[in-house]
C-alpha cells in the first residue's frame, strides 16, 4: 500500500522537480524515466512487471486523490504520493493538466532484440517497426498489437519511443504490459528473427499479395514502416510481401489502422481470436 498522500504547495517543490514542463523532457530525453498519464496507465504502471518498469514517485490533483485510493493501494509504500491543487499542478506540469494524475516510472530492464526474440514462444506473432516516427501511431500500434494476442513488438533505433508520454496514453498503457525492444538495425533484426524460423511478412500498399490470402505459419512477423515513406526497398526486396486491398482514391491507411487489420487477419488465422 502506498505511503499517505504528501501536499505540495509550491510548484519548485523538490520533491515534484521530475514532474516540471514534461513536455520538454520527452523531447530532450528522460535518463531511463518516463511520465505515466491518467487513471488508466496509472493502474497498468501498479501491474506492470517489476523486472521490467517500475513507479518511482506519484502526483495527483486534490480532488482525484479519493477516487483513485484503490489504485494507490497497490503500489509499495515507498513509492510516494504527492498532492497540489489544479493551479499548482498546472504549474509544474506547463500546461492545463485536465487528467490530473502523473506518475513517473523507472526503466528496470531492457532487452536486446535477440534476447527478446530468442525467449519467444514456438508459436509466436510478433510485430516489427522500421522507421516508424510518429507517437501516436506507436501509441496505436501498441494497442492493437495487446489486443489481438501479439507476443512482443520490436522496434528497430530509428524508432521513435514508445515510452513517450503521447504514446504511452495512446496506447492505453499497453507499453506497460507487452514485452518490446527498441534497438539495432531493420535489417538485423528481421534477418534475426529470419533465423529463428519466423515467416516475414512486410506490410505494403504495394505487397505483393492481399493479406487475407494469407495463411500464416507457427511463427510469423509482420513489418511495418513509417507513415509516407514505407518499407525501405531492401526490406520489401528480401522479404514476402502483402497489402491490404482498398477502395481507390488513397494511396495507403493510417500505419496503426493498416496494422489493426493485419494484425486481425493474422490473430484469427491463428485461433488466437474469434
Known sequence: MAAPAIAITDPDDKRVAP???IREKDLVGRQ???IAEGTVVLRVLAEADAARFEADRILVLENRLAGIAGILESYPEDVPVFTCNAAVMNAIAGFDMHR???ALGRIA????AEELIA???EDAL???CIGLSNHDNAGAIFRNATALGADAVLLDETSCDPLYRKALRVSVGSVLKMPWTRNGKGPEILSALARAGFDVVALSPAGGE???HL???RRVALVLGTEGEGLPVDIMEAFRTVRIPQAPGLDSLNVGNAAAIALYQLALAKGRIG
Open 215 to 217: 495463411v500464416p505459419g
Open 100 to 102: 490530473g494524475v502523473l
Open 32 to 34: 531511463g524515466l518516463f
Open 19 to 21: 514532474f516540471r514542463a
Open 119 to 121: 525467449a519467444l514462444p
Open 109 to 112: 530492464g531492457r532487452p536486446m
Open 126 to 128: 510478433v510485430v516489427v
Open 210 to 212: 492481399a493479406v487475407h
